[in-house]
């Protein structure tokens, strides 16, 4: 996948500069020039079918949108939510919020998930959830910051990944990944000559290490075409 377009809701955003950095378009839909959440979110469905979008990405985009964005791209808008859906969610659980609730609790693990978006507050089908201890001492801005660290930076671009790769499907609102066939460790160690066993620490490789490594990548090339 590429990114080919970045859009904020306000100026003077950092992803914006990153985007201009890396020549990619980017593009401010202001949300105080528009007198409605309708008239905003159709300029922004308009903006994104223009630029020929596969996939939405709300990376720390809290602008709420309407329907006109959600059937235009259905089951093709992921957001990451800074905890375990369906725990710590909803309206008002957005930001720094979500981590305060989470130790108001006394919650012991907490995490994050990615999911696809539609008419429903932190409801679409979810995609990836990665758990985070909660450790004694922590701070809200402690907390939100292993979260980030820890499971939203590293689900969110693996969520994008399996969507580019063509291996999502959703069905009565939950999401299978569909696996690489014959992609496991016991054929890996086989076709590499380590006898085809995969244990806990993994397999014994006899080919040279850049060899192996060739013929891994043109096993994943010749299934990205099949």
């Not at 990405?57 to 959600?70: M, P, R, S």
């Not at 660290?149 to 959703?170: D, Q, S």
């Not at 690489?180 to 993994?202: L, R, T, V, W």
Request: with cysteine; proline share 4%; net charge negative.
């Amino acid at each position: 996948g590429k990114i080919t377009l970045v859009i904020a809701s306000k100026p003077d955003v950092y992803a914006l500069e990153r985007a201009k950095n890396n020549n990619i378009e980017g593009k401010v839909l202001a949300r105080k020039e528009y007198g409605s959440i309708a008239d905003y979110s159709k300029a922004l469905a308009d903006a994104l079918e223009e630029a020929d979008i596969d996939l939405v990405v709300l990376a720390g985009f809290l602008t709420i949108i309407d329907e006109q964005v959600y059937e235009a791209f259905p089951n093709k808008i992921l957001n990451v939510h800074p905890a375990l859906i369906p725990s710590f969610c909803g309206k008002g659980y957005y930001g720094l919020h979500v981590h305060e609730k989470v130790l108001e609790r006394g919650a012991k693990v907490t995490g994050a998930t990615v999911h696809f978006v539609d008419e429903d507050l932190d409801h679409g089908p979810i995609l990836l959830q990665k758990a985070v201890d909660v450790k004694e001492g922590d701070t809200p801005q402690i907390l939100q910051r292993r979260v980030m660290e820890e499971a939203e930076w590293k689900i969110l671009p693996e969520a994008v990944k399996l969507f580019c790769e063509g291996r999502i499907t959703v069905e009565n609102n939950k999401v299978s990944i569909r696996s690489i066939p014959g992609y496991n460790a016991a054929s890996i160690c086989e076709a590499f000559g380590g006898g085809g066993h995969a244990g806990a620490a993994g397999c014994s490789i006899r080919k040279p290490l850049a060899e192996a490594a060739q013929e891994l990548e043109a096993y994943l090339v010749e299934w990205e075409k099949s």
